[in-house]
C-alpha cells in the first residue's frame, strides 16, 4: 500500500505523542504487566479476548494464531498459561463439540481494567499539563473521530469503567 506524505506527517505526529504519553508515566502499565509473569503473546491475547466492539466473544486458538502471525503450537502454549492462570477459560463450541474456544475469565477481565485504568491515569496526568488551549484543541480532534464505530465503542466502555 502506498502511504502519501499527508498521511506520513499525521502518523509522525500521533507516533511523536503516543511515544510522549507512554513515557510520561515512566511504564507504569508495563510494571504491571511485568507483576503478572505474562508473556508478550499472553498480553497480546488476554487484550484481545477483553476486546470490544466488534469482538467476538470466544475465539478458536487457531484463529487467534492467525491473527498474531504465530505458529498454532506457540499459541496453544501462551493460551495454556492463561488457562493456568484463571484468565481465560477454553468451552466447548456449541456448534462443533470436537472444538474448543477459549474465552476470557472474570479476572481476565478484571486485569484488562487494571491495564486500562493505568494507562488512563497515566493519560490524565498527560491531560493535566495541556493548557486549556491545547486541550480544547485535542479535544477537538479527538472528538472528529468518534464517527467511527470501532472509536465510539471503546469511549463508551471506557466512560463506564
Not at 499472553?42 to 487467534?64: A, I, M, N, R, Y
Not at 479527538?142 to 471506557?158: F, G, N, P, Q
Request: proline share 2%; aromatic share 4%.
Amino acid at each position: 500500500m502506498e502511504i502519501d506524505a499527508e498521511s506520513r506527517d499525521t502518523a509522525a505526529r500521533i507516533c511523536a505523542l503516543m511515544r510522549h504519553v507512554f513515557l510520561y508515566d515512566r511504564g507504569n502499565q508495563l510494571r504491571v504487566l511485568q507483576k503478572t509473569g505474562l508473556t508478550t503473546t499472553q498480553c497480546k491475547v488476554l487484550l484481545e479476548l477483553g476486546g470490544l466492539g466488534d469482538c467476538p466473544s470466544t475465539w478458536q486458538v487457531s484463529e487467534l494464531a492467525q491473527v498474531f502471525d504465530a505458529s498454532l503450537p506457540a499459541m496453544s502454549r501462551a493460551v495454556d498459561g492463561l488457562v493456568k492462570k484463571e484468565l481465560a477459560t477454553r468451552v466447548e463450541d456449541p456448534t462443533d463439540r470436537r472444538v474448543r474456544l477459549v474465552r476470557i475469565t472474570a479476572a481476565g477481565n478484571d486485569l484488562v481494567d487494571q491495564l486500562t485504568t493505568v494507562k488512563r491515569n497515566g493519560l490524565e496526568a498527560f491531560a493535566a499539563t495541556l493548557t486549556a488551549t491545547q486541550r480544547r484543541k485535542l479535544d477537538a480532534a479527538v472528538e472528529s473521530l468518534m464517527d467511527r464505530e470501532d472509536i465510539a465503542t471503546t469511549y463508551h466502555h471506557l466512560k463506564e469503567v
